[in-house]
Structures are given as C-alpha cells and as structure tokens.
C-alpha cells in the first residue's frame, strides 16, 4: 500500500511538470473590426460593436492611477 502511494505521487509529480510548450513570444492579440485573435492563447473572439479598446496611453495612466492608489503612504 505504502509503495502505490508513493509511486502514484511520483507519477502525479512528475506529470505536472509536463506542460504544453509555448516557447513562442507572449501575443496580445490583434484587434480587426469586430474581431479579436490571439495566437498564443488560440482564441477568437467576437466583439459587441459598440466595443471599446482603450489606447496604450489609457492603459498607462489607469495603471499609474492604481499604483497611486495602493502607494505606502496610504499605510498606517
């Protein structure tokens, strides 16, 4: 009994460590029309039309607003 226990968690050990390879560059992803791809994940996805994507810019200042926002300043 002893021996089945430790051989099945050598097996579930060893296998959890085999994962798909995904050496290829992280994507994220490409926007066209109403349409959204993304290589590395495969997935398609259809966009509602009134779908917004927010700039680089956008995304940056949300980003610094957050980090405002949990700065240790705040702390007690």
């Known amino acids: 009994m002893k021996n089945t ?7 579930l050990l060893l296998f959890s460590f ?3 390879d995904k050496s290829e560059e992280f994507d994220f992803g ?4 109403d349409k959204y791809s ?5 997935i398609n996805l ?3 039309s009134d779908w917004y994507k927010q700039s680089q810019e956008e995304t ?7 980090m405002e926002l949990i700065s240790d300043d705040d702390l007690v």
């Open 5 to 11: 226990f430790i051989l099945l968690a050598t097996a």
């Open 60 to 66: 940056k200042r949300l980003a610094q607003l957050g």
């Open 38 to 42: 993304n290589k590395y994940f495969e």
């Open 18 to 20: 085999n994962s798909p």
């Open 30 to 33: 490409r926007f066209s029309g």
């Open 46 to 48: 259809d966009l509602p």
